[in-house]
């Protein structure tokens, strides 16, 4: 069975400070995908991580991937109250493919205080 | 911009009754998903499609069943609603690269 964990579930942090959360799956894909959902809202797409070593940058977030590791990580740099989210990983299935079938993690609860 | 539209984003429904939830997307999409959310359990896959007519169960189909008959629709039906269904179900369709795209989400509340 497919496992994708992350921690911390939860995590209160100020604003300007710098943070990171971590994904650990069990699968030996190459892909790993990062979304955000705002309360009461739908999940969004933020990052699409392709292979190891693929980094991705939006603002103030940046995420990785090191597949040999089994872990990506989303950082968060110099944190803004825009930020307060929950953030789920999502890991396939070994195999590859077009087995789109994603396990997410239970999301990390990001809450950025004044 | 991908569209993935869900028909209703809220539901009430009485122990029972069937309950169908449409999702439609614009994208040519071949694989479609429907998942439900839930505090504390996360995100869980029901079933879902990978083409016309095409259909995998989820990690947790019971209770549900789905419909593909056009590409660009997806429908979770709930032959007979129970109290442990009322949950937010997010419909998804998938790019070429695995990205998901997700609808609004349909609050079901089931009395």
């Known amino acids: 069975e497919l496992k994708v964990e992350q921690n911390p579930l939860f995590l209160s942090m100020q604003e300007g400070k710098n943070y990171t959360i971590y994904c650990n799956y069990s699968?030996?894909?190459?892909?790993l995908y990062w979304y955000r959902q705002d309360p009461g809202k739908s999940l969004e797409s933020l990052f699409v991580?392709?292979?190891?070593?693929a980094v991705k940058q939006e603002g103030r977030l940046m995420a990785s991937l090191d597949t040999k590791a089994r872990l990506s990580t989303l950082h968060i740099t110099a944190a803004v109250h825009d930020l307060s989210a929950t953030y789920f990983c999502a890991a396939p299935p070994s195999g590859g493919g077009s087995n789109y079938k994603l396990t997410f993690g239970k999301g990390t609860l990001l809450t950025v205080n004044p | 911009d991908v569209k993935v539209t869900q028909s209703s984003r809220y539901l009430v429904k009485r122990t029972g009754e069937k309950v169908f939830l449409e999702c439609v997307q614009d994208?040519?999409?071949?694989?479609m998903f429907w998942y439900r959310q839930d505090p504390g359990l996360g995100l869980r896959l029901i079933y879902f499609?990978?083409?016309?007519?095409?259909?995998e169960k989820g990690d947790i189909p019971e209770g549900y069943s789905v419909s593909r008959e056009k590409k660009e629709r997806f429908s979770l039906i709930l032959e007979s609603a129970s109290t442990n269904q009322t949950s937010m179900y997010l419909c998804a369709s998938a790019s070429q690269v695995g990205e998901l795209f997700f609808g609004e989400g349909s609050r079901l509340t089931v009395l």
């Open positions: 499609s990978y083409d016309v007519k095409m259909k």
């Open positions: 699968t030996t894909s190459d892909r």
């Open positions: 991580l392709l292979s190891n070593g």
């Open positions: 994208m040519d999409h071949e694989n």
